[in-house]
């Protein structure tokens, strides 16, 4: 393993722990806080913010050695806690940008890019991030991580960096001043082509969503 690699897993593996945990606590504690809307002023630049901390964390967790839990069958937590609340108050709170188009594997052959929800990543990231943190505070750690890093390769890293493109993209139309392609009317259940993305989609100006944004243009 190289000299980098160790420095972003860290050589102890408490203190690793301890860092992943920190990092996830944060985000769950930080979206459900926006997801309140009461500052829907700042929500856009500070989920930008914490979906990018929360992929430095699943970028050392994705660097690390396989982790492999204690015990071979899975501890059962319970019910889940539900997130469709959360769901649907970021939903409203990004109403206006809440839709937009992604490529689900670049590197399968060639396809359209489908349609997406802001809200929907976030909500399905939220409840990978809560499975591991009950089995962190319940203590056992090893389960946390192995559990933190699966869901990493195989759901919450492809989620949370779709949304991560989907944030910087609608704060860099702001910024530049450039117009906002509106998908929010779009089927988020089915697949559309190229053709029938361009035929639904609207042209709205970035100003029309940065004031609500909490967003500035470029003069």
Known sequence: MSDATLHATSHDPDDFAVQIADQVESFL???????KGDEP??????????????????GRLGAHEDILP????????????????????????????????????????RKAPVPARISDDLADVITDLRHGMAH??????????????FSYFSNWGSTASATLRALQSVVAHVRLN??????????????????????????????EIAGPLGLRTVK
């Not at 930080?30 to 997801?35: C, D, I, Q």
Request: charged share 30%; aromatic share 8%; net charge negative.
């Open 70 to 109: 204690d015990e071979r069958y899975e501890p059962d937590l319970g019910p889940e806690q539900d997130v469709d609340e959360l769901r649907e108050n970021l939903a409203r709170l990004l109403e206006p940008i809440d839709v937009y188009s992604e490529v689900f594997d670049p590197y399968e052959p």
């Open 29 to 35: 504690v930080a979206v459900t806080e926006v997801a």
């Open 136 to 149: 962190y505070k319940a203590g056992r750690t090893t389960e946390a991580l192995w559990w933190w890093q």
């Open 41 to 58: 002023e700042s929500a856009i630049p500070f989920l930008l913010l914490e979906v990018s901390q929360l992929l430095l964390a699943g």
């Open 178 to 207: 450039q117009p906002l392609q509106e998908l929010d009317g779009l089927d988020t259940d089915e697949d559309l082509g190229d053709e029938a993305l361009e035929a639904e989609a609207g042209r709205v100006m970035a100003e």
